[in-house]
């Protein structure tokens, strides 16, 4: 007896002592369910490397942004691994804000990110965060619905294709609306929508020479057919919609199409939430007719470490783990190939048990792959990003517009309104930071 | 005629009163309500009967430690109380009984400083903590709650002070009563009922914090308001999990007020019929 309590003993003070030692790192990041799934397989990591052990931080995305910023900009060093997305990768990385990824492993295999992904959180040839989840957008549409209205989806539709099959599938009677887009108001809400839209209708948010194109025929075009098609065919009150709203809407059969990001496909065909799992179909996001551009919406979830970290070697080391094809096949092996994290290897969709388990694995690819980020419009223009515009003043000038756009949506505002205060708005954000002379 | 008069505007008053309540309460009622739905149903539209499903609770349970998060809310908010307290107190005595002409007019700053939108003072406030070492550290958040809360804490005892006769005190210190006697043994047992409001009005406050105390900390002090802010998401649903995390969060002091309301009413209303 005395001899087990010693030994029990012992084995308590060497794991205080062990626990004294280890290293902790603190991680950053959004409540989405890939990250969720990632905290909880955690145990793979520090099993593998014991002297680290990890804090995490889950926050509202907006706060996460708020405070990762603050804390950057003061170097609070809170935070070793940091949750964000590819628009602030660029624009930190050449402020000095973040730490180059050199050290991911023999065995990263950083060639097999997909290239779109990859480019998108390169600074002069370095990577500076690793992809944890992509995404691009597409159409989401029922099957059963385009059948009833008579039509089918073309592999490459156009605006005026989905405009006509959405009036044809609504059915406001029976609680179907023909078509769900965003129209909640904000930079990553219905402005990642409605600049993706524009883009493929051929529009761009500058000129060569910074100046705002909002006084342009092709934005014109745009929202007229957006506040048109959506009065006609959306739901009601869809300038309160966001992802999630219009998601529920889709999943409870109420919506004919929907047209988000690719990663929605896994959850309207997901039997356990989605009533309408087995009669979704997918095509690739709508252009105009005679436009060849669909949209270039491209978006990750990527992992970053700041240069404040002061565990930037064991902050890598998690970074490589979350990141890597081995983490891929950990969450196949513990939830099934359709939960592994799309959107950032090649491999992954050359893997024929995940094309199996994931039949939008085909659709979210051909999205991504057509995705072009240094070049969002028909048009040259002097900035990168797809459904945003790499600039540091785009979060607060897209939100503006985003507020007057969903304003035009509510029919609180003129279209034509709408676009003239976006075009002052613009000009003046454009003179405040000196991109106009 | 007038007794029926009378029985008649009380219970119009009564009516009125109870429907006031239930507006007020309801946001909270349907956040348990929402609890205890799944994540579908929080999502289908308006609806006061819930399935029942205890879902939400156990992903919360399991998605982070509840316990650690309360520990740091009673910590934090009665922390802070109390050292508004021993700052307060001394303070409103001296505005109280021995105000100056310039005693409105501190009054009135110090209540100013409330309307200062917070975000205005996050730099300076972030680098203070930064070089001091007080970023998520519960001390450094203790003052932080505290001073913020000071105003207010101030203000109500300096009111429920200036209903204390001064001729009690004038009498006190003619027995030989020094200022620290004075100040524990005869003014504080006659303002207990103020002090005990103002007590846990600030508790309240400083429990429901959220600006705050999930911009200065990460994980050793972050308490209940970083823990409801977690469940939000950008993609997917999360309705019925953040209400779960809600009512979790308010249940202790709800629990508190619904305990003490008696106190807190009387202390509110403290001097206020005479």
């Not at chain 1, 409540?31 to 680290?52: E, Y």
């Not at chain 1, 108001?185 to 500058?206: H, I, K, P, Q, V």
């Not at chain 1, 006609?232 to 219009?246: K, L, Q, R, W």
């Not at chain 2, 209400?243 to 002091?253: D, G, K, Y």
């Amino acid at each position: 007896m005395k001899l087990r309590t010693l030994v029990l003993g012992l084995c308590s003070a060497s794991a205080l002592a062990f626990a004294a030692h280890a290293e902790s790192i603190t991680i950053a990041t959004v409540n989405n369910g890939d990250m969720i799934r990632m905290q909880k397989l955690t145990d793979d990591f520090t099993s593998k490397n014991p002297d680290i052990q990890l804090n995490w931080v889950t926050l509202e995305e907006n706060v996460l942004r708020e405070r990762v910023t603050t804390d950057i900009a003061t170097k609070g060093g809170q935070y070793d691994v940091i949750t964000i997305g590819n628009y602030e990768v660029p624009i930190w990385a050449k402020q000095n804000w973040l730490l180059a990824l050199d050290n991911l492993g023999a065995d990263y295999d950083v060639d097999d990110l997909l290239p779109a992904i990859r480019g998108g959180l390169s600074v002069d040839g370095k990577l500076y965060a690793a992809p944890f989840y992509g995404e691009s957008a597409m159409i989401m549409y029922r099957t059963d619905l385009m059948e009833k209205a008579g039509l089918k989806m073309p592999d490459k539709p156009t605006w005026e294709f989905i405009g006509d099959a959405a009036r044809k599938m609504t059915d406001r009677a029976a609680g179907i609306n023909g078509i769900c887009l965003r129209g909640k108001a904000g930079w990553g809400e219905n402005m990642a929508f409605l600049t993706a839209m524009d883009n493929s209708f051929g529009g761009r948010w500058f000129d060569e020479k910074w100046q705002p194109q909002f006084d342009q025929p092709e934005w014109k075009d745009t929202l007229d057919f957006y506040v048109k098609l959506m009065k006609d065919a959306g739901p009601e009150g869809a300038s309160s919609n966001g992802f999630n709203e219009n998601l529920t809407l889709f999943q409870q059969g109420k919506c004919g199409m929907w047209i988000d990001a690719t990663v929605a496909a896994s959850f309207v065909s997901d039997p356990k939430n989605s009533t309408v799992a087995d009669k979704v179909g997918f095509a690739i996001f709508p252009s105009k007719e005679g436009v060849d551009n669909h949209g270039n919406w491209l978006w990750s979830w990527n992992l970053a470490i700041p240069a404040s970290s002061q565990k930037a070697e064991a902050a890598e080391k998690f970074v490589s783990w979350a990141t890597s094809k081995g983490y891929t096949e950990l969450v196949a092996s513990k939830e099934g190939w359709a939960s592994a994290p799309p959107g950032t290897r090649t491999s992954l969709y050359n893997n024929e048990e995940y094309k199996k388990a994931a039949p939008f694995a085909g659709p979210t690819l051909a999205a991504m792959d057509a995705a072009d980020i240094t070049k969002p419009s028909v048009k040259p223009v002097p900035y990168t990003g797809g459904q945003f515009v790499a600039i540091p003043e785009f979060q607060g000038l897209g939100t503006t517009v985003g507020q007057l756009f969903s304003a035009a949506l509510a029919g609180q505002s003129s279209v034509d309104d709408a676009l003239k205060q976006a075009q002052d708005a613009a000009t003046a954000s454009m003179q405040e930071g000196g991109y106009l002379q | 005629m007038a007794r029926a008069v009378t029985n008649r505007h009380k219970t119009i008053v009564t009516i009125a009163a109870w429907i006031v309540a239930l507006l007020i309460f309801f946001p909270i009622l349907y956040t348990i309500v929402t609890s205890f739905k799944s994540e579908q149903e929080a999502i289908a539209g308006f609806n006061l009967i819930p399935s029942g499903t205890l879902e939400s609770y156990t992903a919360v349970e399991e998605q982070s430690g509840y316990f650690r998060f309360f520990l740091n809310s009673v910590i934090l908010s009665v922390g802070s109380t109390i050292l508004a307290l021993l700052v307060a107190v001394p303070a409103a005595w001296s505005m109280a009984f021995s105000p100056t002409k310039r005693t409105k007019d501190i009054l009135m700053w110090m209540l100013s400083t409330k309307m200062m939108p917070a975000v205005a003072v996050l730099f300076p406030i972030y680098l203070i903590f930064r070089d001091w070492g007080l970023l998520d550290s519960r001390i450094g958040l203790t003052v932080m709650l505290m001073l913020i809360n000071l105003p207010i804490v101030v203000w109500m005892l300096y009111t429920y002070f200036r209903e204390i006769p001064g001729e009690i005190l004038e009498a006190a210190r003619m027995d030989g009563a020094t200022l620290w006697g004075e100040i524990v043994y005869v003014l504080t047992p006659m303002a207990v009922p103020g002090i005990a409001s103002t007590m846990l009005l600030n508790i309240i406050l400083a429990w429901n914090e959220a600006f705050w105390t999930i911009r200065l900390t990460t994980i050793n002090a972050a308490p209940l308001t970083a823990f409801i802010s977690s469940f939000s998401s950008p993609q997917g649903l999360f309705w019925a999990k953040l209400s779960a995390a809600s009512t979790l969060a308010i249940a202790p002091i709800l629990i508190m007020g619904w305990f003490s309301q008696k106190q807190l009413v009387r202390g509110l209303t403290f001097g206020a019929v005479k």
